[in-house]
């Protein structure tokens, strides 16, 4: 009797801990919500508005995911790959059944700052609404007006592919409840009226946090004050920290020069590739030349972390790679990029003291040999070179080799390439 009595208080407690567990999700994916205050859906804007949104919209890349390639404009579709599965991005049209036709801009705003969808689901942060959450309603109500305009589109949502239990809105909400929290843009009253603009840009449409910031096991950004750096999911690419000498060394460069990669794609030190391209190409450079500015301003301003990129004493490598290394360089590589890695100004990039080969990690240059890299085609650099691909002539061993011998060449110090981790990628 008395064991019976004490296995029903146990089972009380935990029910009572369970509930109050679930309430407690369920009040954190509430909390900074805004109510609904209007299902009207408005038909006029002004073209000032309209097209406001239009370049607002080329700030956030929206188009970047909700369009496929060759598909109608942001009439979603596309996949994105996240350690957990694919999400599919949605029809943004204003068609009424499949697309946002019959949301308010009370939806449109509780989506975009509280990732919550017009019937109440809760979306995925593969829709970088944890960024977005920093926009202004001003803002999002323009890029409501613009999406407005665009010919509705009638083209079902696609499930997306999860696994149990990412695919359960209860995991999501869980999620949310330790790693969302809605936020506006505070401005800082004792930086200038640029540098504001540039913070707001960078943190909140641009989410240039969500390859270039570190994330947890569970996807979630582990800071949110850095920009510290990290591997794209489902690829080889390394987004480098951009506050950190040792790696992209922003503070080091001159501000035009900033300004000049997102504008163009290139500068005399750099140039973009893989995601990198496609974010100059569909939106950076796009944007005027005082916001490119006001973003570049913010970017040198960051509190640098991380010395110096180059390590002070030489690396021990393998004499067996640096020799094989060395031979498919002069046969394939210095044609371009020389035989001393001087590369050739304006169209092959020099490979000595180039920070891209330097990286502590080898994603990127592997990706590059591989697959090849083409920078954009941007107004200012109208047609880039390309590095031909390499990954049906040089075996992964001849991969390693050739890296190990650029990385451990001509004042060039990063650690050498094993071909293992040319075999993992
Ligand atoms: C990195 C990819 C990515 C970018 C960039 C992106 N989105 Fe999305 N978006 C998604 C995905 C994926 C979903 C689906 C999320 C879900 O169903 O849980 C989504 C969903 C949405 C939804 C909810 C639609 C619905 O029917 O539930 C809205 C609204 C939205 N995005 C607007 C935008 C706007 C506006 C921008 C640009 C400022 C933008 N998105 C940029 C990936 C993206
Ligand atoms: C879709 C992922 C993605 C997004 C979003 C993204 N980047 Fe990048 N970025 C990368 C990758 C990957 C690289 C490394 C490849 C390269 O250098 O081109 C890179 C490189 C860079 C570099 C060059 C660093 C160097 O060492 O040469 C700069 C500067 C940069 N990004 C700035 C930004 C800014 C500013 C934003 C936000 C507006 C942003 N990125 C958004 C993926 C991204
Ligand atoms: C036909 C000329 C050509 C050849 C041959 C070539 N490259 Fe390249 N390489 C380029 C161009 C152009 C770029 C810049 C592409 C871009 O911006 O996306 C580049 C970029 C690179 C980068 C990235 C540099 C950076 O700043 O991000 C590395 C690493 C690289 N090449 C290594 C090699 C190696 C190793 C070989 C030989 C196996 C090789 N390349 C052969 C033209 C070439």
Redesign the pocket.
């Known amino acids: 009797m008395k064991a019976h009595r004490r296995l029903w208080l146990v089972l009380l407690v935990l029910t009572v801990t369970l509930i109050a567990l679930a309430a407690t999700v369920i009040m954190l994916n509430k909390r900074g919500e805004a109510s609904i205050v209007s299902d009207a859906v408005p038909s006029t804007f002004s073209p000032d508005q309209i097209e406001r949104g239009r370049y607002l919209a080329l700030a956030g ?1 929206c188009a970047s995911c909700h369009t496929t390639r060759g598909g109608a404009e942001y009439a979603g579709g596309l996949g994105i790959k996240t350690p957990f599965g694919t999400i599919y991005a949605s029809n943004l049209t204003p068609d009424p059944s499949t697309g946002i036709g019959t949301w308010s801009p009370d939806h449109f705003w509780r989506a975009m700052h509280n990732g919550r969808a017009r019937d109440g689901r809760l979306l995925y942060p593969a829709f970088p609404y944890t960024s977005y959450t920093q926009i202004t309603r001003e803002d999002s109500d323009a890029i409501y007006a613009w999406l407005r305009t665009l010919p509705p589109v009638s083209k079902e949502n696609k499930a997306h592919a999860l696994g149990f239990p990412y695919n359960t809105q209860a995991a999501l909400a869980v999620w949310r409840a330790l790693y969302f929290r809605p936020d506006g843009f505070a401005a800082q009253s004792q930086r200038s009226e640029e540098w504001n603009r540039g913070a707001y ?2 943190n909140g449409l ?3 946090i ?3 910031g570190a994330r947890n096991s569970l996807g979630a950004t582990t800071n949110w004050d850095r920009l510290d750096g990290g591997q ?1 999911p489902g690829e080889g ?4 920290a ?1 506050d950190s000498d040792a ?4 503070k080091s460069w001159p501000t035009a020069e ?1 300004v000049a ?2 504008k163009t794609g290139v500068t005399p030190r ?10 100059v190409y569909r ?2 450079q796009h944007l005027s030349e005082s916001d490119l500015h006001a ?1 570049a301003v913010y ?1 040198q301003a960051l509190p640098s972390h991380g010395s110096a990129m180059q390590q002070p004493v030489p690396l021990q490598r393998s004499g067996a790679l640096m020799q094989r290394g060395e031979k498919i360089y002069s046969l394939h590589c210095a044609s371009c990029h020389g035989e001393s890695g001087e590369g050739k100004t304006g169209m092959y990039p020099p490979l000595a003291a180039n ?2 080969v330097n990286l502590a990690s080898p994603s ?1 240059p592997m990706q590059m040999l591989r697959f090849g890299g083409y920078a954009p085609t941007t107004e200012g650099n109208p047609r880039p070179y390309g590095m031909p691909p390499f990954g049906h002539v040089l075996a992964d061993e001849d991969i390693a080799a050739v890296l190990t011998y650029v990385r451990g060449s001509w004042g060039n110090n990063a650690p050498e390439v094993s071909m293992l981790q040319v075999m993992r990628r």
């Open positions: 890349n840009l960078v641009g989410h240039c969500a390859c270039h794209l690419w390394y987004a480098p951009l790696e992209a060394g922003l900033v990669l997102l750099a140039s973009v590739s893989g995601p990198m391209a496609e974010v939106s950076t973003m970017l920070r891209a990127n």
